[in-house]
């Protein structure tokens, strides 16, 4: 069902008011060295994280902020209940009853830009109390505030159970890689026994150029950095599709060896890594039109030898725990470790034949298209809400009723325009139960 605002809106203009009217501060006084693993009270700190404690200080609805962090954010949260808070935390009650707690925690969190811009310090920035006693919000009416926040929390109802599809959907596909990649579980009509190859029996190692990041630009040739290849979520990298996002380095290609010039299928990884997660790192290049691509500093690239490896395969075919183990067993390295090019050929990975390989590919890939489906909604969600938020947090959408307009006329008259005249409307809308798939006309 779509819901105009004028549902949650006062018709007159909101009050505003400075915090230190309608709000009762107080501090924590506990250090974070005396949290408890298993104490059956949160307890609040000054990063996002919530630790837990054998006592409490507090027990009560309240709205909890931190008055520091290295970061620069002061982190926010809303609780209900017995609860210890450490120092440097504020705890924030309402002082009246015309304000609600949770349209509370929602303001401050609309206030959070302007607390990191007025913030004291360097290494650590700070918010002080009277900065917090200052700030203004408005302030409307009680069943207006409450169904603000009922709206804001039906949407992030909606963010948390997609996070936890999504959690899900990974995990299958983890299982699912292992199971697949290993042939412990075989596709229907696949038989046979695989073959084990060397990394050294199926690519040619060699290393790239060496460029720092402050060389790079947005002007010259392709270049893939290792820390980008850190930083990507994805396995693979595609000239085409990725090509604006792909620093660039102005240099003359007769500089660069044959052998750093990436190729459609080759495969990059990363000769270092900070954390053991990091030394199988990779991408496969994708790269149709063979537009000049640089491999970078720090980076091992493999080309083929042979074609016993189909291309959609090489995708997955990285990924198994056995092959991150063999990465980990030859890294070496304390605070950074890495596998040179001369261990790399010595990793093994099973082989199926090239039509399996392909199946397992196309499995897997559906995998990913439903978990990229996910996240788009995801963030298209994460995105409504916040437009949402900012209209009614700010009292944007206070006037939608004209003269004499009852509520069932403004939704009428807006049902009708999203329908037939998407472009010319305005959307100041708000879905109170948001059904699963909606997605709002073109409006080009």
Same mark, same amino acid.
């Given at each position: 069902?779509?819901?105009?605002?004028?549902?949650?809106?006062?018709?007159?203009?909101?009050?505003?008011?400075?915090?230190?009217?309608?709000?009762?501060?107080?501090?924590?006084?506990?250090?974070?060295?005396?949290?408890?693993?298993?104490?059956?009270?949160?307890?609040?700190?000054?990063?996002?994280?919530?630790?837990?404690?054998?006592?409490?200080?507090?027990?009560?609805?309240?709205?909890?902020?931190?008055?520091?962090?290295?970061?620069?954010?002061?982190?926010?949260?809303?609780?209900?209940?017995?609860?210890?808070?450490?120092?440097?935390?504020?705890?924030?009650?309402?002082?009246?009853?015309?304000?609600?707690?949770?349209? !509370?925690?929602?303001?401050?969190?609309?206030?959070?830009?302007?607390?990191?811009?007025?913030?004291?310090?360097?290494?650590?920035?700070?918010?002080?109390?009277?900065?917090?006693?200052?700030?203004?919000?408005?302030?409307?009416?009680?069943?207006?505030?409450?169904?603000?926040?009922?709206?804001?929390?039906?949407?992030?109802?909606?963010?948390?159970?997609?996070?936890?599809?999504?959690?899900?959907?990974?995990?299958?596909?983890?299982?699912?890689?292992?199971?697949?990649?290993?042939?412990?579980?075989?596709?229907?009509?696949?038989?046979?026994?695989?073959?084990?190859?060397?990394?050294?029996?199926?690519?040619?190692?060699?290393?790239?150029?060496?460029?720092?990041?402050?060389? !790079?630009?947005?002007?010259?040739?392709?270049?893939?950095?290792?820390?980008?290849?850190?930083?990507?979520?994805?396995?693979?990298?595609?000239?085409?599709?990725?090509?604006?996002?792909?620093?660039?380095?102005?240099?003359?290609?007769?500089?660069?060896?044959?052998?750093?010039?990436?190729?459609?299928?080759?495969?990059?990884?990363?000769?270092?890594?900070?954390?053991?997660?990091?030394?199988?790192?990779?991408?496969?290049?994708?790269?149709?039109?063979?537009?000049?691509?640089?491999?970078?500093?720090?980076?091992?690239?493999?080309?083929?030898?042979?074609?016993?490896?189909?291309?959609?395969?090489?995708?997955?075919?990285?990924?198994?725990?056995?092959?991150?183990?063999?990465?980990?067993?030859?890294?070496?390295?304390?605070?950074?470790?890495?596998?040179?090019?001369?261990?790399?050929?010595? !990793?093994?990975?099973?082989?199926?034949?090239?039509?399996?390989?392909?199946?397992?590919?196309?499995?897997?890939?559906?995998?990913?298209?439903?978990?990229?489906?996910?996240?788009?909604?995801?963030?298209?969600?994460?995105?409504?809400?916040?437009?949402?938020?900012?209209?009614?947090?700010?009292?944007?959408?206070?006037?939608?009723?004209?003269?004499?307009?009852?509520?069932?006329?403004?939704?009428?008259?807006?049902?009708?325009?999203?329908?037939?005249?998407?472009?010319?409307?305005?959307?100041?809308?708000?879905?109170?139960?948001?059904?699963?798939?909606?997605?709002?006309?073109?409006?080009?």
């Amino acid at each position: 069902m779509i819901q105009s605002t004028s549902r949650i809106h006062d018709s007159a203009a909101w009050p505003r008011t400075q915090l230190k009217d309608v709000v009762v501060f107080r501090s924590g006084h506990r250090d974070t060295n005396s949290a408890t693993a298993d104490g059956e009270f949160p307890f609040f700190v000054c990063s996002s994280e919530v630790l837990r404690s054998s006592d409490f200080d507090f027990d009560e609805e309240a709205v909890i902020m931190a008055g520091n962090n290295a970061d620069g954010v002061f982190h926010l949260h809303h609780f209900k209940g017995k609860f210890a808070a450490r120092q440097r935390t504020y705890v924030m009650t309402p002082s009246t009853k015309q304000l609600d707690c949770q349209y !509370l925690f929602l303001q401050l969190g609309r206030l959070q830009k302007t607390f990191q811009a007025a913030a004291i310090g360097t290494t650590t920035q700070y918010v002080t109390i009277e900065m917090l006693r200052r700030a203004e919000i408005p302030v409307p009416k009680l069943e207006t505030q409450r169904a603000i926040a009922y709206a804001v929390s039906d949407m992030d109802g909606l963010v948390e159970a997609l996070d936890r599809l999504i959690v899900k959907k990974l995990d299958l596909k983890q299982a699912t890689m292992q199971q697949l990649l290993t042939g412990k579980t075989r596709l229907t009509g696949f038989s046979g026994d695989w073959k084990v190859k060397t990394l050294g029996d199926l690519f040619m190692f060699s290393g790239g150029y060496s460029a720092s990041r402050d060389q !790079l630009s947005t002007e010259g040739h392709c270049y893939l950095h290792y820390g980008d290849i850190h930083g990507s979520s994805k396995t693979s990298i595609d000239t085409q599709s990725d090509y604006l996002d792909i620093p660039k380095l102005d240099i003359p290609l007769k500089r660069i060896s044959s052998s750093s010039m990436l190729q459609h299928g080759d495969v990059v990884f990363v000769d270092a890594s900070e954390d053991d997660a990091g030394t199988s790192k990779h991408l496969v290049v994708m790269n149709r039109d063979n537009i000049p691509f640089i491999s970078g500093l720090h980076t091992i690239v493999a080309k083929s030898k042979t074609e016993e490896l189909a291309h959609e395969y090489r995708h997955y075919c990285f990924q198994s725990a056995a092959i991150r183990q063999q990465f980990l067993f030859y890294s070496v390295g304390t605070k950074v470790s890495g596998i040179s090019k001369t261990n790399i050929p010595k !990793l093994t990975i099973p082989v199926p034949p090239i039509r399996e390989q392909t199946a397992i590919a196309r499995v897997l890939s559906d995998l990913d298209a439903e978990l990229a489906a996910l996240r788009q909604r995801r963030d298209k969600t994460r995105a409504l809400k916040q437009a949402m938020m900012q209209e009614l947090l700010t009292d944007n959408t206070k006037h939608v009723l004209t003269a004499g307009q009852t509520t069932k006329d403004y939704e009428d008259k807006t049902k009708r325009l999203f329908i037939d005249e998407p472009a010319n409307l305005k959307l100041l809308i708000v879905v109170s139960k948001l059904l699963t798939g909606f997605d709002a006309p073109s409006c080009s």
